[in-house]
């Protein structure tokens, strides 16, 4: 139960933030589709009540200022090559595989959807360890995993 309260909590404030809707209308919709997934999907983000779901929910929440930090920069970073009047030359997309130290399901999907939220950066694939990325530039491309896989790891892997 406090799993099911703790996922429909987060995804409440993150509708809130993402929305902007404050309206009752659209506050009560967001409420129960905030319910409807914590009903349904609290074990993603909470895996069994043993789990120490307080440290993960602490150590999330600490990872979130710091990804939206990094958004922010690839932000400019992307901006600036699509600037820049020599913007073909700037840019080498590929597609390239990396291998994760990640273990445990949700960590993976956080460090992918990290990635994908990042611009200039999409996940494609996730098998097992192997990640497949597609980086705009080679410097996103070399950036990962990196402090994002660190920082993930902190906060959702069992073992520190």
Not at 51 to 70: H, K
Not at 112 to 122: D, N, R, V, Y
Request: charged fraction near 15%.
């Amino acid at each position: 139960m406090k799993a099911k309260f703790a996922t429909f909590v987060i995804m409440l404030v993150f509708w809130v933030v993402m929305s902007g809707m404050f309206d009752a209308f659209h506050f009560s919709l967001g409420v129960i589709c905030c319910l409807l997934v914590a009903y349904f999907s609290s074990d993603l983000l909470f895996p069994a009540p043993a789990q120490p779901w307080l440290r993960e929910l602490i150590g999330m929440f600490a990872y979130f200022p710091w990804l939206l930090w990094q958004i922010i920069l690839a932000n400019f970073q992307v901006a600036y090559l699509i600037l820049h009047p020599q913007m073909l030359e700037k840019i080498d997309p590929h597609l390239f595989r990396f291998t994760s130290k990640l273990t445990r399901p949700i960590a993976k999907v956080a460090m992918a959807q990290s990635i994908t939220l990042t611009p200039g950066t999409i996940t494609v694939n996730i098998h097992e360890d192997q990640f497949a990325v597609y980086a705009l530039t080679r410097e996103a491309a070399e950036s990962l995993p990196g402090e994002m896989e660190q920082r993930i790891a902190k906060a959702l892997e069992l073992e520190r």
